[in-house]
């Protein structure tokens, strides 16, 4: 079995499709669904069942897909240990950060490693935590900006931040006085989430499943200037950590802390559990670990 027909398999599955897959291996779609049908033919069973324009994996290219992800990742490790043992002069670190919280909390730490590290390149990706598990699971990414609890057992991680949720409220909400809250006391206020993918949209919805209410989501967005606008003009309430909450205090909105158990925001830099850290990643690590040091 050939890592590079593997490789075609894994990214078709992964991207959503063959032409979506040929962008992210820089081959063209013949070339991509050739390499799918030589491992196909190689494993002697269809991995991919056609249904009209639409690709669904088999029984066999489901078991394919899950081994495919770890060996390739283990493969870029054994990659990456051997040109250090050759003497790699410059490193490359990829990390993965959210876009909620990571000015305050990553910008001059990112700062510090370029003026430490100028050999080394940083590939930098951002989306929400969940979406920066799933690539840190497949290898893509070294670390993982992610919230707790994450949605692996197959981590390891370091502590950056813990800070309670805060609800915001337009400046006219009747529980906009209050010092503290409960989630069940907003049952009746409508709901602005961040997006699926974002761990901030799981964590306030499991915390009013667990005080027995599904909430009315009036609005989903990635955007926490827009959700802000949003709640200052009296759409809605919307959740965000007590330290990004107080750099947007505006007086068309109020800032009430969420008193509920497991709604608190702690922040961890993940990696995977067992896998190689090259110097770049160790570096980083190193530099989180001296900040958090000194506090």
């Known amino acids: 079995m050939e890592f590079r027909t593997l490789r075609a398999f894994v990214e078709v599955v992964r991207q959503g499709g063959f032409s979506q897959a040929a ?13 799918v ?3 196909e033919e190689e494993i002697g069973t269809p991995l991919l069942s056609r249904i009209g324009h639409r690709s669904v994996l088999t029984a066999a290219g489901e078991v394919v897909y899950r081994r495919g992800v770890s060996l390739l990742a283990d493969r870029d490790d054994l990659l990456i240990e051997l040109d250090e043992i050759r003497g790699l002069k410059r490193g490359v670190l990829r990390l993965g950060l959210p876009p909620v919280g990571s000015s305050v909390l990553f910008a001059s730490l990112f700062a510090l490693y370029r003026k430490r590290y100028p050999g ?11 979406e920066l598990e799933a690539r840190l699971t497949a290898g893509e990414i070294d670390f993982a ?13 370091e502590p950056v931040r813990r800070e309670p949720l805060v609800a915001l409220l337009p400046a006219d909400h009747p529980l906009g006085g209050r010092r503290s809250l409960s989630l069940k006391d907003l049952k ?12 901030l949209h799981r964590i306030v919805l499991d915390a009013t499943r667990r005080a027995g209410f599904e909430p009315n989501v009036v609005a989903y967005s990635s955007q926490v200037d827009f959700m802000i606008e949003l709640v200052g003009a009296g759409l809605g309430v ?14 068309t909105l109020r800032q009430v802390v969420v008193k509920d158990p497991d709604t608190e925001w702690v922040l961890v830099m993940a990696w995977r559990r067992g896998a190689y850290l090259s110097d770049a990643a160790t570096a980083w690590l190193e530099l989180l670990r001296e900040m958090r040091g000194k506090g």
Do not use: C, N, Y
Not at 145 to 157: I, R
């Open 188 to 199: 009746d206020t409508p709901f602005i989430l961040f997006d699926i993918g974002f761990a």
């Open 238 to 251: 919307a959740f965000l950590p007590r330290m990004m909450a107080a750099q947007r205090r505006k007086s």
């Open 120 to 130: 080394i390149e940083v590939r930098l990706v951002e989306h929400g935590s969940d």
């Open 145 to 157: 900006g992610a919230l707790l609890p994450t949605a692996s057992q197959h981590f390891e991680w």
């Open 23 to 35: 962008k992210t291996v820089f081959a063209t779609q013949s070339t991509v669904s050739k390499a």
């Open 37 to 39: 049908k030589q491992l």
